[in-house]
């Protein structure tokens, strides 16, 4: 949001200017007077007008709200709360600080307090972050002002990667208080995920894991060249190679001489240059195991001396929390400061705003609407599917969309249709003029319903959930019903393929489970049943059917379990 502030993504004028405040509650002390400002790129901090020393800082901004033209829509102001959180993180990666908008959060990270699983004060993991005071000299200030300015000028994508990087290097160092992994893993995953962006990695054969990669070749030992090259491209294609390598290159690659000299002056235990490529692996691996299994750091990596940046462990070169924090700063700042800065770009970011958020429009709004486009049957499929699931469940204010001029130009359009299209829109068809009266019908019901049955008698999704919403019985043979059932649940998220309400689902697995009952295969029915019931979690009425299914058969009418009466 901060980015968006200034101004440097707007295409139009600017509409709006507020003039906004708010408190932020640091450890941060500063130098200057009440009068004086900290100016940046992104904000403006002064003290309060206490007598003593006070936690709370003010930050004033001046938000830019860009105009809309003709546009529908308007939007005054966002407030202060995106932009104070967005600057109190960075005051915090910049200046290695505590700073929030919240009061409470500040107190706790500053307690002094041993936390409840690390049993050990988190002000003597990590340097500074912690301490009391955190006095804020001029050379401070004129860091936090060009980080800013840099930060701020990064193109769009290049800003909001950084930005998930800082963020999550700040919660990574606010968990030290009371989880000492997820504090480390935090701190890997703000540099990997720059990493993974902007390493510029090309995976190749040579880089896949070797033990797969031995057992794969192996495998295509007798294959042509041109099959095996295939093969090791796909995969190649869907999976991640060298993950931990690419972290640590990409660490490396961005770590100033500074790192391993003013830097590193009066540093308890600097790590090495030499020791830091294995110390990063070590870390990178931690990671990956404590995702994977929640295993615990090494002991000796979170007893060891105060603010100690390295450690030795059965002859191996670590991180400690505190090393690997001074690292990940190093490398986020160094990454800023090496990307290019510009005053303008065109960007769309309206879907970025704080408070903004996407979602799918209601059937109503356009099940109804007549283009055909590739896709298309398998959406409005589902889309009036759902108003009809609505309505016969006796969901209030259900409505269902007249399809007479959709379906009109159906007639005409079927056999333009793409094959993934066509059986969608015939299901959709039959369905619409079985649920309407006749006088709501389109005119060629009669005759398209004579022209395309047969489409509907071969096994298909399209066809079981028609016969099953009309409680006809398929006329398949029952291994080729039941197959044709599982096809439905193993596809139903592809593209071109639709999701039938959770109520239709449920009823198609019931009229399988009623043809085994007809059958006499008692067993298979209640299996079917019971997978209704786990695919319908929560109803009442059809764990009770179960129950009583189990003890004694009977007729199963999925409409009549599944479906409450609707008072008139």
Known sequence: MLQICSGKLFQDTVEYRNQLRGIIYTN???????DEKLDTEA????????????NAIVYEIEELIES?????????SHAVDPYILDFSTIISFALNCTASPSYTLTDRLLSNQKGVSTHTVPSKVVKSFFDKDVYCTEADGEHLRQFVKHLIGLER???LSVMRAIRTYVTGIQRVADDFELAYTLLVASIESLAQDFDGHKSSWSSYDQKKRSL?????SGASNEVSESVRKAILDIEHTSLGRRFRDFSIEHLKPSYFREEAVGVVHPISKYDLPKALANAYQARSQYIHNLRTLPSQLTNTIEYSESTQIDNKAWLTIQGLSRLARHIITEFVQRQVTIDKEVYNYSLERSGIIQMKLAPQYWVGRTELYHGSGSEKLEGFLSQIASHMSGTKGGVATDLRELLTKVEKSIHELKKEDKLPYIALYFIFNASVSEEQMTENTVSFNDRFNNELMSPSSESLL???LFNITPPWEMDEYHRTLMRYFEKRDNRFSFRAPVLFEAGMILSLAESYRVKEDLSTAVNLVSMAVENYPGHEALIQFEQDFKLESKPIEWQTILMPK???
Request: zero cysteines; proline letters at 0%.
């Open 68 to 76: 809309n033209g003709q546009g529908k829509g308007i939007l005054v």
């Open 157 to 159: 994508q290049t800003y």
């Open 28 to 34: 941060l002390r500063f130098g200057f007077g009440r």
């Open 43 to 54: 904000g403006s901090l002064l003290s309060t007008s206490n007598l003593g020393l006070s």
């Open 216 to 220: 794969i070749d192996k495998a295509l």
């Open 466 to 468: 028609v016969h099953s």
């Open 566 to 568: 609707i008072e008139t």
